[in-house]
């Protein structure tokens, strides 16, 4: 059975899932980590989620204001043995949701060209590739995607 938890970043569930999105991350982004690490940090993260399966934390997503009606979605991870259960896709859902309550319209969110499992999922949910915005302009291995909120 799962659970939906709203948090934020202090909780430590999301902590830990975030370590093992981090280490995941560093396989996959090689020498480009750093680069990208230096604008995941979480401490100020004020709305984060935790899916728990059986009371046990297996994924996570967050959002932050990114500008005006505009949400940013970051830190998205399901543990390996929990993946291709649609959890990916009911955490993406319940930020979106988060995200229109609070009065935004508009979700984006940046991924790498190495994490194609994840350019899929949000292109099945209905993002759309968009040009790199903020730090990401001008960087050949982020995909940049928005989605308009609608209720």
């Given at each position: ?17 975030v ?21 995941n940090?979480i ?17 996570c ?10 949400m940013?979605?970051?830190?998205m ?22 995200a229109?309550e ?19 999922l ?30």
């Amino acid at each position: 059975m799962s659970q939906i938890l709203r948090t934020d970043s202090a909780n430590s569930d999301f902590q830990t899932l975030v370590k093992l999105l981090d280490a995941d991350l560093a396989i996959r982004d090689g020498e480009d980590h750093a680069f990208y690490a230096q604008f995941n940090k979480i401490d100020k993260l004020k709305y984060a989620i935790v899916l728990y399966q059986d009371r046990m934390p297996v994924a996570c997503g967050a959002i932050r204001e990114f500008a005006t009606g505009v949400m940013e979605i970051k830190r998205m991870f399901v543990q390996p043995d929990y993946r291709r259960q649609g959890l990916a896709q009911t955490v993406v859902k319940n930020l979106e949701n988060w995200a229109y309550e609070l009065g935004f319209i508009k979700c984006i969110l940046e991924t790498g060209k190495n994490q194609p499992e994840a350019i899929q999922l949000y292109q099945k949910i209905g993002f759309e590739v968009i040009e790199n915005y903020g730090q990401y302009v001008g960087v050949g291995n982020s995909v940049c995607m928005q989605k308009i909120l609608m209720s």
